[in-house]
């Protein structure tokens, strides 16, 4: 009896950590916010309303898929990643799960995300899907260690989300249907260069260890890193007023999205200014307060 007891206790204990595991290869807390940013997608469409059931599986479909990319990735840079503290005691660089697992978990996942889409929504919104992981997984990832224009490549997969839900919605991705979706598109596609050069600068003696270039300069005492974050977040000060022109948003919600843009932008003149920890961790912030504000200010102000 006692030899029972402690056999459930330890396939208890097996079955946890396994799940610990497979958390951290899917990243399911940093999809959220991905997965979030297409459910405003997919609310701003015209006469499309909240439905629980929709968001739920849209909600679960897009967390298969971020989920398949994030395991692809590490899967891809185990070897950078046993370089570095952030992330050598992931289940694969760690040794606790073979590689052959993850994969397996990758492609159930992958496919299993994209075919809930296509055929819960429309096919457009399934091929997309799985266009934006192939992109992730096998250009940005792999470039990392290449160039830094790595970080342009990730932008396109990682602009996709709000288009996907948009498509998800108006099964769309030309003609006047489709424009909402491509300003949301851009909005997603600039607001991310600033917040991943802030994040390669305060990280950068662990990417340089893996081999990984995040940075428009290589030499972090440059202060072009800054220059470019004040370009394209003071791109998204402008880009405001064009939902607003195509009436997917009122006055309010233009005024709250340009005041995002110009604290964005204070940001990274003030990065630019200094070029060091804090200020690069200032952009960081501003970066995770900007998109969640712009994305609510378009939804609650949807006309």
Request: glycine residues 8%; charged residues 15%; aromatic residues 16%.
């Amino acid at each position: 009896m006692q030899q029972e007891s402690i056999n459930t206790k330890s396939s208890s204990f097996f079955l946890v950590e396994k799940l610990k595991d497979y958390a951290q290869l899917l990243k399911p807390n940093l999809s959220m916010m991905v997965v979030f940013t297409s459910v405003i997608g997919y609310l701003m469409v015209p006469k499309v309303h909240f439905d629980w059931q929709k968001v739920t599986l849209l909600y679960l479909g897009g967390l298969l898929v971020t989920g398949a990319a994030n395991t692809i990735n590490q899967i891809l840079e185990h070897e950078g990643d046993k370089m570095m503290k952030r992330t050598m005691l992931r289940p694969i660089p760690d040794g606790r799960m073979r590689k052959a697992e993850a994969w397996t978990i990758a492609l159930v996942a992958g496919f299993g995300g994209s075919i809930l889409l296509g055929v819960y929504f429309n096919v457009l919104t399934g091929i997309l899907s799985f266009i934006s992981l192939l992109l992730y997984a096998f250009a940005y990832t792999p470039m990392k260690r290449v160039h830094p224009i790595a970080v342009f490549i990730g932008a396109i997969p990682g602009a996709l989300p709000p288009l996907l839900g948009w498509v998800a919605g108006s099964n769309a991705l030309s003609g006047p249907l489709a424009i909402g979706g491509w300003v949301l598109f851009l909005f997603q596609f600039f607001w991310q260069f600033p917040h991943y050069w802030a994040i390669g600068w305060v990280g950068y003696d662990e990417y340089q260890k893996a081999g990984i270039s995040m940075l428009p300069s290589q030499e972090r005492t440059s202060r072009f890193t800054g220059l470019q974050c004040m370009f394209y977040s003071i791109v998204l000060i402008p880009l405001a007023m064009i939902p607003r022109f195509l009436n997917m948003c009122d006055n309010w919600g233009m005024w709250i999205m340009m005041l995002g843009g110009v604290l964005y932008f204070i940001a990274s003149v003030n990065f630019y200014r200094k070029n060091d920890y804090k200020s690069a961790k200032q952009v960081m912030y501003a970066s995770f307060i900007y998109l969640p504000l712009v994305l609510l200010a378009l939804y609650f102000t949807k006309l």
